[in-house]
């Protein structure tokens, strides 16, 4: 199977200077990664947020429970099938059943679609699929209408035990596609089969800040054998702890991160000959869906903020309220889909790229968070599956996705990283 799915892209044009390196170096990398893969254990699936300036190419975001596997092009299914079947083997070799545990959304078609591909992709793969949902007050299955005509079952998650289910249905293994914003729900502590992602990968736990650490070291080390500055692939950033938006806590803190990392991003851009003004990303450093997110570039706009920007950074996804932020450096996107602002995101199963897509939002702006109201997406179109580039034709539109794909695999890396050293932690507690 190949690492990288070739894809004919929106753009169009040469890679750029950075592009241009990643598939010079393509064999070396591919090699780089493969030994990487022999230390650390990908995650089972994951996706990546890019942000592309030209000058820089970084991950932004990385999502261990991804919702948007029906954004992906569904000419390509056969490629998920065979990355989950790789991954379903590592963790039960003989498994044929499977538990899937989403979100408790019951209203939002998108995600409900997201379920039922990931459900189709894992029958394909070779199990039998059952959904257990923890929605509270949900006591029988309940069907939920598709816009595509179909129907979702939900049924109540019942636990046996140490083992989990539904009525009836006893599986070898348990998928977790709910990122525990709101905590660790006790009826899945302490099951005894293998569940996927591990709990301390939900937002109960996991940080952003650990995750950026992680891929520093990753983005280093492949600098390194890039013979490369890893600033063109890594974002700076820092964690402030501590955060009271609603009583105004914590904001010298912050605006000291943020006048930080200003001045080391005009350091870089003064070295680099780049004109465009530095920005950073003030960020919820637990959480998802676009939440908690304002682009800053002065640090006095951290200072004072009004009601409604409180508001805006003082809860997330369930109402869990914001004590520790990330401040993150902004990397601009120069990327446009139909006269919008794009960003690509890279899906990933074991360790295998199996699709993406763009996000657009023609109400952002190229310095702006894409995940906001008005967001649309654009699935990037498979030309053919291959396991390389093509670096002798340099006007080759899937070579951008290449480097697409590299720079997402260095965050699953990291994930990877960072889900070991976070289970150290743990145990340790």
Same mark, same amino acid.
């Given at each position: ?86 991954? =379903? ?101 302490? =099951? ?13 736990? &996991? ?99 009004? &009601? ?44 295998? =790229? ?76």
């Amino acid at each position: 199977m190949s690492a990288v799915p070739r894809l004919t892209t929106a753009l169009s044009g040469s890679p750029l200077g950075l592009e241009r390196q990643i598939l010079d170096k393509s064999v070396a990398i591919e090699h780089w990664l493969r030994s990487q893969w022999l230390e650390h254990t990908p995650p089972f699936y994951g996706s990546v947020d890019l942000r592309n300036s030209g000058f820089k190419l970084a991950p932004v975001d990385t999502n261990l429970y991804p919702g948007g596997f029906n954004n992906l092009n569904p000419d390509f299914h056969a490629l998920c099938v065979q990355a989950a079947m790789t991954a =379903v083997e590592k963790i039960c070799p003989e498994a044929r059943d499977a538990l899937l545990i989403p979100e408790n959304h019951t209203r939002n078609q998108f995600y409900l679609q997201n379920v039922a591909t990931l459900a189709r992709i894992l029958r394909h793969a070779g199990m039998n699929v059952r959904i257990g949902s923890l929605l509270p007050g949900l006591n029988a299955p309940m069907e939920v209408d598709l816009p595509d005509g179909k129907k979702l079952t939900l049924e109540p998650l019942k636990r046996t035990g140490n083992r989990l289910g539904v009525a009836g249905f006893d599986p070898c293994v348990v998928l977790l596609n709910n990122d525990l914003s709101a905590g660790i729900p006790d009826i899945l502590r302490n =099951v005894e089969q293998p569940l996927f992602p591990p709990l301390h990968a939900g937002w109960a736990v &996991r940080r952003k800040s650990n995750h950026f650490a992680a891929y520093n070291d990753v983005a280093n080390d492949f600098a390194q054998m890039m013979g490369m500055d890893p600033w063109l692939i890594n974002p700076y950033f820092e964690m402030c702890g501590k955060i009271n938006f609603q009583e105004h806590q914590g904001e010298e803190c912050l605006a000291g991160y943020v006048a930080e990392i200003l001045d080391d991003i005009r350091a870089k851009y003064k070295e680099y000959g780049i004109k465009d003004e530095p920005f950073v990303i003030v960020k919820a450093d637990a959480g998802t869906y676009g939440m908690g997110i304002m682009t800053v570039k002065d640090a006095s706009e951290v200072r004072g903020l009004n &009601r409604k920007q409180r508001n805006k950074m003082a809860v997330v996804k369930e109402g869990m309220q914001v004590q520790e932020v990330l401040v993150q450096e902004g990397v601009y996107t120069f990327e446009t889909v139909r006269d919008a602002v794009a960003e690509p995101v890279v899906y990933m199963m074991d360790r295998f =790229v199996v699709g993406g897509f763009y996000r657009l939002n023609t109400q952002r702006g190229t310095d702006q968070n894409l995940n906001a109201p008005g967001m649309q997406f654009e699935p990037l179109a498979f030309a053919e599956p291959c396991s390389s580039p093509d670096p002798d034709d340099p006007d080759c539109a899937p070579n951008r996705f290449y480097a697409y794909g590299v720079i997402a695999r260095l965050a699953l890396l990291a994930a990877s990283i960072e889900l070991e050293r976070t289970e150290s932690l743990v145990a340790a507690e």
